[in-house]
């Protein structure tokens, strides 16, 4: 059933109210008013903030009244080299984490898409990451396996007769990057997966019986039919690892290389720097960013629905 | 037919499955807020992951509550989640704590801002609570003109300590007041790949690499910013060559001959570290001192001790505290007020010492001199108790390097608000030098700019 | 034939075994520190911190995060907290999503495109961006340090992607089902009941457990808000990081407890999600 086909199917129906519209319309009101209000008042009021130079009362030793300030906040960012790193940084994160991400996932769902031994529980054991808290993922890799003190892979190192390397205090950007990718490729691998099943199986069939190699009858056949499952993984992780915050508070606690944007605006923020008329500043100017990033995404999910429209 | 039967069946089945499920949730969630509204007298109270801190909350039940019949509920949260959320919560006003606690940063910039109870009257009228038992370097951190607006649960300087075997075995003695260089060239002797000459704190964050860097930079004749007449900062003076030569050298001193992963190490790693003998110095927290020589501490009786070294100043040491202090929002400041003139006062002290786990040593040190009187704590802390008291009284927090500097008093910190958004964020560059994925140059650079940013 | 279930015509034995290898290999790896991290939770402390095994593997550090100081946050009263949190604020979030879908997919509303747009642009809003006003006006209302506060931060966070992916499940029904209720006369509500809820409920499952996993695993709100009261799951795994000694093994059995009832969700689910996702996530 598509949209257009619904709009149709409706329109031609006899004896609707004259308040059609609305009755349509009262059952995502709920939800719609609820996100409306959470949302959408805190952004007002961090507006408000931005234009002000509100500041913790324990920043000032004489108590500062609050005032407007105009877009002197604004105005700071643009010259503020650190913002700027924390954004390429942003960029470097995400960018490298949901493809890494996304390529093993794919790689993990083709194969797991033959029956073998054991398939059930290897494919509940590479499920797991994703599963546990990212708080906990991140402890782990910091203390398990990063850790120069206590961590697995130090010890073996050493057993193969090589340095210590420092993980985390060398390769910051690495380590978040790592931690990241572990958790969601299994997420990207259930997306797949799930693309890969709903392919018509009888295609597949007569493509083998025509004598067609695996690789060619997974680039003309598997691929196309995965594009949309790829844009969606890559659109919904990309949601989710941009905003990315648990790993990099627990692992690096920010530093030169694993900034990225939200962790800048906390530290501006309740993170330390208790400027909350500066960070509010900054907070507008990333979601003014993350709109028009969002129009360019929409392009993707338009595509997605054009391809609901065809079908 | 039958299967509509069957399906209006399972969906029977289905819905009042998912109004058991909603009435269960109800229930539970009325059930446990009616539990959490008991009427006895709770006191709310944030406090520092430490082991002296953990000490007192197993204890509280025994020998506070019992006898005052006042309830505590702690927070217990690691030191930067802490200052965080404290000076959010005092500085906005929040009702969540009848008691926070802080150390001598915060308590005369909050006290002078109006947002903590002075504790001055009470603590003086409180017998009990003996208010010129209080080590005055300590009490005169915590207050601002005479009026105290935290009290003492600990205190500490800093202080080296090394291990006394390994440093006979390689010929060489520690003398009592050394200077970095001395220091920096015992630990090059002695460093081999299974054992560190010395283990330096080097995990960002101005209370811990800052910390030690600081007194270091102190030494060195350098500063973080300059002063005006009226004490207030002037100038970022980050890119001066003193600041270079101090971070020069305690990078190099822990390239050379630190531990490993030392941009990751602060008290508690360089505390596993040399308890499992993987480093032979330590300089650190007097504090540490009580646990080295704890009953079950594998390196008892092989330390020694010396004053924390210099350079140019004839004193480095710095003076710390964390203090108890009663925000003006909080809820119920009498209860708070009893609750901290117990945990701060001398009766605590005497009773913990046969309670807690380490014994003796491990009571919270360095607050009041009464401490130093008990027999029993003079026998268990013998070997570290009289150079603490000494590097405390010595610490030089009127004036802790060559040049006149802004917010004072203080040693390992810079006593004025922008300091600790600053400190962290130059340590986070500091710790990449450290690891060696950084230049100095470029560390320096960029720190200047934050800490010009940030006076402006 | 349903596919991954059979060997397909052309597809030789000993590749297929040689896969299983490499998938064992691969699942064997991937899991490794998980695995490791329960390893160590039954160690002793010491033997975890030198990551050798000399002293023998016990219970012993379930038992030491169970009991907690008194006073201090214990495993039980977290642990009701992130319950009742993850329960009430999922029930929230489906009963507030199955009529939206319904609005945006059975009878869609003419700006259906714009309004899903909405609901998912509010994901690109960062979390810390809005936390100090939220603060300020929890505070007002006195709702720091208290499940309320949660259940209402975590259906907001919850409800954009669960509006979504049900209202691609309810695009999945058949036109004609809903067509002949129409006709019937059945009212919005015996429509979702009788026709729509049983064809989508396993998207509606696969949407349930993921708003179970986001809610019980977040950290940033639970410890800026909840600090000292009401505090969840996070917040104690973080209190088992200790400044006093080694703490690797206690660590490790706190991980492994708090993941747990998700985990196992999760495995329990697995089929059921990818059922889910391939149904109608996508179309």
Not at chain 1, 180 to 189: G, R, S
Not at chain 1, 222 to 251: C, K, N
Not at chain 2, 63 to 69: D, E, I, V
Request: a positive charge; one cysteine or more.
């Amino acid at each position: 059933m598509t949209a257009a086909a619904a709009d149709v199917a409706l329109k031609g129906r006899v004896g609707d109210p004259f308040s059609s519209a609305w009755r349509r319309r009262l059952p995502l009101l709920p939800a719609l008013v609820y996100m409306i209000a959470i949302t959408q008042l805190p952004f007002l009021v961090s507006i408000y903030y931005s234009f002000t130079n509100l500041k913790d009362k324990t920043q000032s030793l004489i108590p500062e009244p609050t005032r407007f300030i105009g877009i002197d906040n604004y105005k700071q960012i643009f010259s503020d080299p650190f913002f700027r790193q924390a954004v390429w940084t942003s960029l470097k994160m995400t960018v490298l984490a949901v493809l890494l991400s996304l390529l093993i996932g794919t790689l993990f769902a083709l194969l797991l898409d033959r029956k073998f031994l054991g398939q059930g529980l290897i494919r509940t054991l590479l499920i797991t990451p994703f599963l546990l808290m990212p708080v906990v993922a991140a402890l782990i890799w910091k203390q398990q396996m990063f850790s120069s003190l206590f961590g697995i892979l130090d010890k073996v190192l050493n057993f193969l007769g090589l340095n210590s390397v420092a993980f985390i205090s060398s390769h910051p950007l690495g380590s978040i990057v790592t931690v990241l990718v572990w958790q969601w490729t299994p997420f990207m691998m259930l997306i797949i997966l799930a693309g890969l099943q709903s392919q018509p199986g009888d295609i597949i069939e007569a493509a083998n019986v025509d004598g067609a190699s695996a690789v060619g009858i997974f680039r003309q056949l598997t691929l196309p039919h995965l594009r949309r499952y790829l844009e969606l993984g890559a659109l919904l992780g990309s949601i989710f690892i941009v905003q990315a915050f648990d790993a990099i508070d627990v692992m690096t606690g920010g530093g030169p290389g694993s900034t990225n944007v939200p962790y800048y605006v906390y530290q501006e923020s309740i993170g330390g720097g208790f400027r909350y008329g500066s960070a509010s500043a900054y907070a507008i100017v990333v979601v003014i960013f993350a709109i028009i990033i969002a129009t360019f995404a929409l392009r993707v999910l338009s595509s997605l629905f054009a391809d609901e429209e065809r079908a | 037919m039958h299967e509509g039967r069957n399906a209006s069946g399972r969906r029977r089945v289905r819905v009042l499955a998912g109004v058991l499920v909603v009435m269960l949730v109800a229930g539970a969630w009325l059930a446990a807020t009616a539990m959490g509204g008991s009427a006895s007298k709770t006191i709310s109270v944030a406090i520092v992951a430490n082991g002296q801190m953990q000490d007192i909350a197993s204890l509280t039940p025994s020998l506070f509550t019992a006898k005052s019949g006042i309830k505590v509920k702690y927070t217990i949260l690691d030191e930067g989640k802490l200052r965080e959320v404290t000076t959010r919560d005092v500085g906005s006003g929040g009702k969540s704590f009848d008691a926070v606690m802080i150390g001598p940063y915060e308590a005369p910039q909050f006290g002078t801002a109006g947002l903590l109870k002075d504790l001055t009257s009470q603590a003086k009228a409180d017998k009990a609570y003996n208010y010129n038992d209080l080590i005055p370097a300590v009490r005169n951190a915590l207050s601002v003109k005479g009026h105290m607006f935290a009290s003492p649960f600990y205190g500490e300087s800093s202080f080296l300590m090394y291990r006394k075997d390994i440093l006979a075995k390689a010929g060489v003695t520690m003398p009592l007041h050394p200077t970095w260089q001395q220091v920096a060239t015992i630990a090059r002797k002695i460093n081999t790949p299974s054992m560190a000459g010395i283990c330096l704190r080097g995990k960002p964050g101005w209370g811990d690499f800052g910390a030690s860097f600081t007194t270091v930079l102190n030494t060195f004749g350098g500063t973080w910013w300059s002063s005006t007449a009226s004490g207030q900062p002037a100038a970022a003076q980050v890119d001066q060559p003193a600041f270079k030569t101090a971070l020069d050298f305690y990078a190099k001193l822990v390239q050379d001959a630190g531990e490993k992963d030392a941009a990751n190490s602060s008290y508690n790693e360089c505390l596993t570290a040399y308890q499992a003998g993987k480093v032979a110095m330590w300089y650190d927290a007097t504090v540490a001192a009580g646990f080295l020589e704890a009953s079950n501490s594998p390196v008892k009786g092989k330390n020694g001790y010396a004053f924390a070294p210099v350079d140019k100043t004839k004193a480095s040491g710095w003076l710390w505290t964390w203090a108890l202090a009663i925000p003006k929002s909080s809820p119920d400041p009498g209860d708070a007020w009893k609750y901290i003139a117990w945990a701060t006062g001398p009766q605590y002290l005497a009773a913990a010492g046969t309670r807690v786990k380490g014994g003796w040593a491990a009571i919270p040190p360095g607050t009041r001199i009464s401490t130093y009187k008990i027999p029993q704590y003079k026998a268990a802390a013998k070997a570290f108790a009289g150079i603490t008291l000494a590097a405390m009284k010595a610490a030089p927090i009127t004036n802790p390097g060559t040049t006149k500097r802004p917010g004072l008093p203080g040693v390992q910190y810079v006593g004025i608000p922008q300091f600790q958004d600053v400190g962290n964020r130059c340590t986070q560059l500091f710790a990449s030098v450290l690891s060696g994925s950084m230049k100095d140059t470029d560390a320096l650079g960029q720190c200047q700019q934050i800490a010009s940013q940030a006076i402006k | 034939m349903k596919r991954g279930t059979r060997i397909g015509v052309g597809e030789r034995r000993s590749i297929v075994a040689g896969i299983g290898v490499v998938a064992w290999v691969i699942g064997l790896l991937w899991i490794f520190p998980v695995a490791w991290t329960v390893f160590t939770s039954f160690k002793t402390e010491q033997d975890a911190s030198a990551q050798t095994l000399h002293q023998g593997l016990s219970f012993g550090r379930y038992g030491d995060v169970s009991r907690s100081i008194p006073g201090t946050l214990s495993l039980q009263a977290a642990f009701t907290n992130s319950l009742v949190v993850v329960l009430v604020s999922t029930v929230i979030v489906l009963l507030l999503a199955l009529p939206a879908a319904y609005a945006l997919a059975i009878r869609p509303v003419h700006k259906w495109r714009d309004v899903l747009f909405f609901f998912i642009s509010t994901k690109f809003l960062p979390v810390v961006a809005s936390i100090f006003p939220i603060y300020v006006y929890a505070e007002k209302w006195n709702l720091i340090g208290t499940r309320t506060i949660l259940v209402i931060l975590y259906v907001a966070i919850n409800l954009p992607l669960a509006v979504w992916m049900t209202r691609s499940f309810f695009m999945e029904v058949p036109r004609e089902l809903i067509e002949a209720a129409e006709i019937d006369g059945t009212s919005l509500v015996n429509q979702l009941r009788s026709v729509i809820l049983p064809l989508a409920a396993p998207g509606i499952a696969a949407t349930a457990l993921l708003c179970v996993i986001f809610a019980w695993n977040e950290y940033f709100y639970a410890i800026q808000l909840n600090f000292a009261n009401a505090s969840t799951m996070p917040q104690w795994v973080i209190s088992n990081v200790s400044t006093r000694g080694n703490f690797l093994a206690k660590l490790s059995a706190a991980s492994t407890i708090a993941c747990l009832p998700v985990v196992l969700a999760g495995w329990a689910a697995q089929k059921r999600m990818i059922r889910g996702l391939s149904m109608g996530a996508l179309k």
